[in-house]
Nanobody, 127 residues
Framework: QVQLVESGGGLVQAGGSLRLSCAASGRTFSLYNMGWFRQSPGKEREFVAAISWSGSSTLYADSMKGRFTISRDNSKNTVTLQMNSLKPEDTAVYYC????????????????????WGQGTQVTVSS
């Protein structure tokens, strides 16, 4: 059983920053790529960013490039999403997720490629 617990969400003004963290347990964290997704009311879950098991490769959605940074610390079983220059349209529940396949060298953006999910953390950006 894998558990992913997100933290760090909250309310921030446009232009501000937040740092989300995801703590993992129950599976060898360092073997799996990790991703962040988000979902707003009435919208489908959307890819945000992902990082390879080694941390050497990252992938970002176009609208997040240059504003968001994903990183991981395998010694602490955590993955972090640093979000800068936040916009009201970034308002959503943010989820971290673990890829299905270990030692995968390709970083993937499809939600169906991830089999474990956290409960989500709310991010609200006011204008």
């Amino acid at each position: 059983q894998v558990q992913l617990v997100e933290s760090g969400g909250g309310l921030v003004q446009a232009g501000g920053s937040l740092r989300l963290s995801c703590a993992a347990s129950g599976r060898t964290f360092s073997l799996y790529n990790m991703g962040w997704f988000r979902q707003s009311p009435g919208k489908e879950r959307e890819f945000v960013a992902a990082i390879s098991w080694s941390g050497s490769s990252t992938l970002y959605a176009d609208s997040m490039k240059g504003r968001f940074t994903i990183s991981r610390d395998n010694s602490k079983n955590t993955v972090t999403l640093q979000m800068n220059s936040l916009k009201p349209e970034d308002t959503a529940v943010y989820y971290c997720a673990a890829d299905r396949i270990k030692f995968l060298n390709i970083v993937r953006a499809g939600a169906h490629d991830y089999d474990y999910w956290g409960q989500g953390t709310q991010v609200t950006v006011s204008s």
